[in-house]
């Protein structure tokens, strides 16, 4: 038999040094154990935890692995971290049943996850699997938060983490006792329940009891996260179902109402969500129960903007019948929502806005809305955001909406119509607000009050603009209503003043009026040439222009119309 060689030699003597101090470190836990028996009490027993007698014994090959793995840190791992040795090694590592050596393992993900910006390989995932399910706590906490880091980071694909089976040891940490390894697992669920395809696995894996038990978590991270998860959840109509039956909703009608600001704001976000199924309007607002509304309008004078702005969606989601709006207008809805239109705030404004059009389109609210202060806040924020087509479309709607009760007077001697004409030089033409500003001021120019008013704010650069939007017929709505406005004008020595210097550009589209498929449009451009020709320039200009033989055209269509109705109608009565 040969010498062993330098290196066995050195092999031998850490095997009989490693054996001589396990050996050492048994007795002393036996020991130990000994000691703490005697001093126990027999009865208190099942509610002592049981201690560990032994550490695992250090494998052969975890022990080789452990020191090559050391080395090649030592060496500059850095340098190709993902490579195919350090991921055997991690493999070894952290299927081992060594505590120590799935530290090793979780401490090394947790490095790479915040130092290292790069797409973790699939192959990379495996080695979760054994490091979320370890009975070690450090190893839990660092692996899940690893987990978490690679997700925030977008290194890791989310259906992928689902698809390699760590969803099942991800929700099983919900179950742990330990805050970190809560707060991270929910974490993790909330990153994952970004994706459709996730959030149908969390459901039917269960994930949503334990979600809910750790919304009500006195840890504010557990419970931030918690309900962070539950939100990203209630995008999926089914998983709103299962929430329901399993007593979400007075969960989350309770935490409207928590200290914390973003468990405030995830809460209102996740009743939003729902709030947009109008079958769920039943159980959210049980009759004679007017909590949830009651926390939400109070919500709307919170001094933090998100949650503001989330609960007037989640107040224009539930605002789908007028009993439920006559419920929020005797709540006292309409201060805060006129002190929010002058937030500083871009969604604020939006979301209050939006809110009080759904309010004005019930006849019943209308007269309420119509106050004087109200009015006054629309004018403003109409000259002020007059670039903002959400804004300015909503304004436009509501204003119009309450121009139909009967303190439209209120809105002619208002801000609001100056407001609505420097919004129409101010809009961009294929903007769906152009269309409801134009209408509105359409349906005010029918009141001589309101025509009056607007004559008196008309100058060039106003007239060229409506003209120009009553040529423009591939805008069908717009270019009617700007036609209107402009015939309902006409009588005004002011006006047509202004209108001589566009002669030619009217002219042509009287002519396209006239010649439209629509009958509206023939009536209108018909209308306002009766009334343009008894100005003198204005009848030169459409002897010259041949517009008796358009609407000589027009008269024997007309005719024939009326011809072949006579004839349906001889027909029908014989």
């Known amino acids: 038999m040969g ?65 090559e793995f050391l080395q090649h840190i030592e060496a500059g791992f850095e340098i190709s971290p993902l490579g195919k040795d350090p991921l055997e090694a991690l493999r070894t590592l952290a299927f081992s049943e060594n505590p120590g050596l799935q530290q090793s393992a979780a401490l090394y993900y947790l490095h790479m996850s915040q130092h290292m910006n790069i797409p973790l390989p699939v192959e990379h995932l495996e080695p979760f699997y054994a490091l979320l399910r370890s009975a070690d706590l450090e190893v839990q906490q660092m692996s899940s938060l690893s987990l978490v880091n690679f997700l925030l980071e977008g290194n890791i694909d989310k259906e992928l983490v689902v698809q390699m089976g760590l969803l099942e040891p991800i929700l099983d940490l919900l179950e742990s006792e330990d805050p970190t390894v809560q707060c991270n697992s929910c974490a993790c669920i909330m990153t994952l329940a970004v994706s459709e395809s996730n959030r149908e696995a969390i459901g039917a894996a269960q994930g949503v009891t334990p979600l809910l038990s750790l919304a009500n978590s006195y840890d504010p991270r557990v419970q931030q996260n918690a309900v962070g998860a539950i939100l990203n959840l209630t995008q999926s109509e089914k998983i709103q179902q299962v929430l329901c039956k399993e007593g979400a909703l007075p969960v989350l009608a ?23 199924n109008a079958q769920h309007h039943e159980a959210m607002l049980r009759p004679g129960n007017r909590f949830l509304l009651r926390t939400l309008i109070s919500l709307l004078s919170s001094s933090v903007d998100k949650i503001s702005s989330q609960a007037c969606v989640c107040l224009r989601n539930l605002a789908t019948s007028a009993d439920i709006q006559a419920d929020m207008v ?9 002190s929010l239109l002058a937030s500083r705030s871009e969604d604020v404004r939006r979301a209050s806005i939006a809110l009080l059009w759904i309010l004005s389109q019930h006849t019943h609210n209308q007269d309420t809305l119509a106050c004087a202060e109200l009015i006054q806040s629309l004018g403003v924020l109409l000259s002020v955001h007059k670039a903002d087509p959400v804004i300015v479309g909503h304004a436009a709607c509501i204003i119009k909406n309450l121009s139909l009760s009967k303190n439209r007077q209120r809105i002619i001697e208002s801000p609001c119509v100056e407001g609505l004409l420097q919004t129409v030089l101010s809009t961009d033409i294929q903007e769906d607000s152009l269309h409801y500003v134009t209408s509105c001021l359409a349906e005010l120019a029918k009141q001589e009050g309101a025509t009056l008013r607007m004559v008196q704010r008309m100058d060039e650069p106003l007239t060229k603009c409506l003209v120009r939007l009553a040529g423009q017929l591939e805008h069908t709505e717009a270019s009617f209503q700007a036609a209107s406005i402009i015939q309902h004008m006409t009588g005004h020595e002011k006006m047509m003043l202004l209108l001589k210097r566009h002669i030619r550009e009217i002219q042509a589209y009287l002519k396209n009026f006239l010649a439209h498929r629509e009958i509206r449009f023939q009536q209108l451009g018909i209308s306002t040439f009766c009334r343009l020709r008894e100005d003198p320039e204005f009848s030169l200009a459409f002897r010259k222009s041949q517009m008796a033989k358009l609407l000589e055209q027009v008269r024997q269509q007309t005719e024939e119309t009326q011809e072949l109705l006579r004839a349906a109608i001889c027909h029908e009565d014989s």
Do not use: W
């Not at 290196?7 to 048994?26: G, I, K, N, W």
């Not at 028996?37 to 014994?57: E, H």
């Not at 928590?258 to 468990?263: H, K, N, Q, R, Y």
């Not at 006292?332 to 006129?338: E, G, M, T, Y």
């Open 330 to 338: 005797a709540e006292d809805v309409l201060p805060k929502l006129r």
């Open 254 to 276: 309770l935490l409207l109402e928590s200290p914390d600001s973003e468990v405030q704001y995830y809460s209102c976000a996740a009743l939003s969500n729902m709030a947009a």
């Open 3 to 67: 010498q062993l060689c330098g290196r066995c030699m050195q092999l031998l003597q850490d095997f009989a040094a490693f054996v001589q101090r396990m050996s050492s470190e048994l007795v002393h836990s036996i020991k130990e154990c000994l000691t703490l028996i005697s001093k126990c009490s027999c009865l208190k027993q099942n509610s002592s935890k049981v201690r560990q007698l032994y550490k695992p014994i250090l494998q052969p090959h975890e022990r080789v692995t452990a020191q």
